[in-house]
């Protein structure tokens, strides 16, 4: 159940502390020559650095094993390989549940043979492999000049800037995805790192909610109910450890509209049908209509915590209380959204790929 | 790409003022004796009644053309078709574009060849079908000692009370069950209609959020990445329309809490292990925690208003305004709720069956 | 699991004496006039005529319920209803498993609710939504050139000539598309028929192979391994009641030769590379090699015979003996030629739009 | 594409002198011990050996990069890799096509970028992770008293005895799995090896037909139509390389039979359902009926053979001839039968989880 796609079909492997993780990428068309660079700035993107996340250095070296020859996709299935390194698995057990990690539901689940080091498949180091995906998916896109991008649109109860301020998407989606802590607004930067460092300090974490833009795609793709673009997005976004709520547009807000404020009329710009507002975020009936989409997503705040917490050891079946004490992000935010990118590129051209197949791909 | 379900598999059609429309639903096991009444009712309540709903009278007059016989399923796939009676055909032209519909993008994605009549495929009609799934799916999950409710949680501005002011759950969803017009707090339904009611006289009209609990569900169920049951979910709920935003748990607010306040601490109640708070919404890595899964769905405003809208007309390509004059909703929450309900119960089944196959089910 | 497909998905339902039977065709393209003379003309001949078939008469009346609105494809679900009508279900029943047929497994998969009547859903009537959808794709396949046909191979131990033996593919395909008792050589005519009434005079049934040829299909279509041309056309062949073999080229003979004589050499024809021989049936490695498609299909004897039959009576659990009286067809092979043909043509198309998607598609 | 299964997803990866080659099995329960035993036992019966196959040496050491901890599996993706190692890419080249290989078709859809090397993921090296597949499988489908086993029916016009003269299918299906060359009767073995150096002398190949059956397979398991025993097992069978055709029962050769022979007439023992006969091959209506699943399968010969042949450079788009220098397998037959096995064991794992989840492994 770590596979997804009917166009380009994915299978998900690995866990934290085991030999390695990776992914296979099924039915990329043969001759594309990979952007290496972009997939390492991506990966150094999500990459834990400076005193705002976990000192656990992981240098993300990955390897392929199949299907790229002579510098060029083969079309046969794209294996790629990330092995293990910085690991000390003695700093965690599965004598006491972690709250709100997947301690207790995969016990349950997998009988007590989950490979619970280090949180094992449920570890947020297994979407390392998705960020590649991302990249690979990124670089097919520019070929249709689509370009994706996010900014942590909040982190606490600090806010960015909208996306609705601002003129020039392509450029600002450019410099967001040049930075490995996207803001609309530079000066929320300092706030944003204060609030995660002041939840360092206090031994707690703190969430956030990231803003993305899917801005290019032409108007037509996508699939009334059960392909919809929403319903592809959120199964893969939902997909990503730590995610709570997904919204399209003006989402939730949207409710405390009238219609004739929520809709989106229409205009001729340029001989092209367009929409004065998006509230609807680019999607109508499930398919895009030519507008950015845009849709937001929830980051709960990071579920290990140096406070002590009770909790149950279920071993013995006693209450108990637990400090976690190994080596933990305060906010995985500012990481997370490199991912959120990721799964937001390979569902777009997988959407794509349903409808067109790959022909199109150079 | 009207198909979805590994386990049980379904595949939905029709068009609002086509011949019919319709579902099939493979793989439910023979022997199962249908609870048409529980049907009818579930179909009584997503019916449009009284004022506030549009004055379109569909019966919902289902036959169910294969896949049953002498009183059972037979095992085989399961056909019910509904035919279209009242459609008023002549009040719809799809030379207008309706803002916020699916007319732009379907007329772009079916080359201008899409039924457009009362929104065709796209039209809130075709969740008919879906909500006789979900009286479906309850049956088999009563068996499971599942159940699955929803409550109006608001209507524009106004709101409900919480799930999380109760003790009771179970009587509390029975209780939701019975209603068309399902609330915690009886004393704000005065208020919900009203609020219609001023939409509809203003010739506007207005959404909502809805609430779920599936109650029941023991842990371990679901799965790590893209078969979590969130992404399951998330997915099919996306797929009805009007649909903006899904959260699970806590969802976007727990955004602005701690650690320490988000997560959810595990004790020891009669030698089962619970969370004294439930801000991850009964999931935790994509898997059942036993809690109560909750979740809320955004509606938005119904896209049909009375009011005139600016739009374009795609036949001539000029800029132009609309009024619509046909039979309109000035809400969908109180109909929609319904369609949510059905997709958790289908959803919740899927979960299930892909797990544990479909030996359990008498 | 009566769905298949991931480009062209399908679902088939409907038992021999229910309701109705039927199939629903998922994502063909908007705008197709659909060919209904040349679907009439399909029906027409897997319908049974003449001596040699059943007597049952079923017009097989079909009215297409969703998805096709002005003479065009809507682009959504398109759903084909065929409603039973000349049944007869007092000839049958239950109690005596009839040998070779499916009333034993399907007794013991569906737990004695399977619908029975007229063998239900195993009934080789279910098999005439496949014809439509035959004729469906052969009308899309038409467009890249594409022709498919077959001939009666042989009938018992009487065999038509090879395909081999001619020059000019295209116009007997076109030829043998035009008849519904298909062969090669017309002088084998008689001899198929008198077999075949020889076994209805005696109260017995007749078997025989199919062969059949994919032209036009250009080179590199298919995939190695679980998605190769053979897998995908033998899982539907495979899906035909009463077939029990497939093989593709030379087949179970080609096990007789050396690798010198097996081998297709290559050489250049007009600027292309061709194969001299075809003995691997225009596949190597699952990929088409655009040498014509070959394969032939073994259709077992009609199980229904009127001679006496030893078997139990699954109430009793007694043996007992059997002679069937109802309307039986002494051979199936000329009607279930069509079928395979059909199934052929669903094939080559999902096949293609794997690939390429439908924008290909006029 | 190089995906399968809808209840134990596979994705088969690599190529013959890339990196490495692979699998990953998702959805395995967790608490699994694997039998490493029965793997290395069922690897070493497929290494080439002696000499009657390529002296290529492969020592086929596979390592579990994921899903396995502390001695079982974990319930997440398992996946195996081997790397290559006794590689000489120089024997190999593109320009000239190998006759009946894959050379021309991969080189057509692959746009010239597919790994030509060792014919790269076309190579029967690729099956060794399915033999893992199916030695896994065959673990847990002991577990319900199910054995599979095959003997080599024939080696060119050289045949072995039939199963059915034999009473103890399970005895001589043990014996068939400890030999890597098996056979009913061991007096052919010396013809069959005979025939095999003779074709090596002469520079030539031979192929044969394996003979497999499937004992203990409970009735009423598979499904009519898209997923019918038969569709699975030819599916997964004609993936694999050289084969040809796939006959169930007495497949081809029933339809030389009236109904009244191939028929199989029912009776009772012990209190069980049984057929007298077994013409079927275990299965009608696409569901196992109990009796013994039986079924055929031809492998052409070698495709690559030391004898000259025409082909074609297609570089220069010249005609030319070609010998073949590498280390060749006169005869894969032997070879291959370990490789059916393994899909035999997974088709029927598969058909079995499909129906009963996963609840039933220990």
Redesign the interface.
Same mark, same amino acid.
Request: glycine share 8%; charged share 20%.
């Given at each position: 159940?770590? &596979?997804?796609g009917?166009a380009i079909?994915i /299978? %998900?492997?690995?866990?934290s502390h085991?030999?390695?993780?990776?992914i296979?990428i /099924?039915?990329l068309p043969?001759?594309i020559k990979l952007d290496f660079a972009n997939i390492d700035h991506e990966l150094y993107k999500r990459r834990p650095k400076s005193n705002i996340s976990t000192p656990r250095q992981e240098k993300d070296e990955y390897? #392929?094993?199949?299907?790229y020859?002579?510098d060029?996709?083969?079309?046969?299935?794209l294996?790629i390989?990330i092995e293990n390194k910085d690991t000390r698995s003695k700093d965690y057990s599965n004598d006491f %549940?972690r709250?709100?990690?997947?301690d207790?539901?995969?016990h349950?689940?997998? /009988?007590?043979?989950?490979?619970y080091?280090g949180s094992?498949?449920?570890s947020g180091r297994?979407t390392t492999p998705l960020v590649i995906l991302g990249a690979i998916s990124n670089q097919l896109l520019k070929q249709k000049g689509i370009i994706i991008g996010s900014h942590i649109d909040?982190i606490?109860?600090i806010e960015d800037n909208e996306f609705s301020d601002y003129k020039s998407f392509e450029s600002i989606l450019k410099t967001l995805n040049s930075s490995d802590f996207p803001v609309l607004n530079e000066n929320i930067v300092k706030s944003y790192k204060e609030t995660i460092l002041r939840?360092k300090e206090?031994k707690?974490? !703190?969430?956030?909610?990231i803003e993305t833009m899917i801005l290019g795609l032409n108007?037509?793709?996508?699939?009334?109910?059960?392909?919809?673009i929403?319903? &592809?997005l959120?199964?893969?976004?939902?997909?990503v450890?730590a !995610?709570?709520?997904?919204?399209?547009?003006?989402?939730?807000s #949207?409710?405390?509209?009238?219609?004739?404020?929520?809709?989106?009329?229409?205009?001729?710009d340029n001989?092209t049908?367009k929409?004065?507002t998006n509230?609807?975020?680019g999607?109508?009936?499930?398919?895009?209509?030519?507008m950015p989409i845009t849709f937001?997503t929830?980051?709960?705040?990071?579920?290990?915590?140096g406070?002590p917490?009770?909790?149950?050891n279920?071993d013995t079946?006693?209450?108990t209380s637990l400090s976690l004490l190994g080596r933990h992000d305060p906010a995985i935010v500012h990481r997370v959204i490199h991912v959120i990118n990721a799964m937001a590129s390979y569902a777009t051209l997988e959407i794509i790929?349903?409808?067109?197949?790959?022909?199109w791909i150079k």
């Amino acid at each position: 159940m770590s &596979t997804f796609g009917k166009a380009i079909e994915i /299978n %998900l492997f690995g866990e934290s502390h085991g030999d390695s993780i990776g992914i296979i990428i /099924n039915n990329l068309p043969a001759g594309i020559k990979l952007d290496f660079a972009n997939i390492d700035h991506e990966l150094y993107k999500r990459r834990p650095k400076s005193n705002i996340s976990t000192p656990r250095q992981e240098k993300d070296e990955y390897k #392929i094993i199949s299907g790229y020859y002579n510098d060029y996709t083969t079309g046969t299935p794209l294996t790629i390989v990330i092995e293990n390194k910085d690991t000390r698995s003695k700093d965690y057990s599965n004598d006491f %549940l972690r709250p709100s990690h997947a301690d207790f539901t995969s016990h349950v689940k997998y /009988n007590g043979f989950e490979d619970y080091r280090g949180s094992g498949h449920f570890s947020g180091r297994i979407t390392t492999p998705l960020v590649i995906l991302g990249a690979i998916s990124n670089q097919l896109l520019k070929q249709k000049g689509i370009i994706i991008g996010s900014h942590i649109d909040s982190i606490k109860d600090i806010e960015d800037n909208e996306f609705s301020d601002y003129k020039s998407f392509e450029s600002i989606l450019k410099t967001l995805n040049s930075s490995d802590f996207p803001v609309l607004n530079e000066n929320i930067v300092k706030s944003y790192k204060e609030t995660i460092l002041r939840a360092k300090e206090n031994k707690n974490s !703190v969430g956030g909610i990231i803003e993305t833009m899917i801005l290019g795609l032409n108007p037509g793709y996508g699939n009334p109910f059960f392909n919809s673009i929403e319903s &592809t997005l959120a199964h893969l976004l939902f997909s990503v450890p730590a !995610v709570k709520g997904v919204e399209f547009g003006k989402g939730f807000s #949207i409710t405390k509209l009238c219609g004739s404020e929520a809709n989106d009329e229409f205009y001729i710009d340029n001989n092209t049908i367009k929409t004065r507002t998006n509230n609807s975020g680019g999607i109508q009936g499930g398919i895009s209509n030519g507008m950015p989409i845009t849709f937001k997503t929830a980051i709960k705040p990071t579920a290990s915590i140096g406070l002590p917490q009770k909790t149950v050891n279920i071993d013995t079946m006693e209450e108990t209380s637990l400090s976690l004490l190994g080596r933990h992000d305060p906010a995985i935010v500012h990481r997370v959204i490199h991912v959120i990118n990721a799964m937001a590129s390979y569902a777009t051209l997988e959407i794509i790929c349903r409808n067109e197949g790959f022909s199109w791909i150079k």
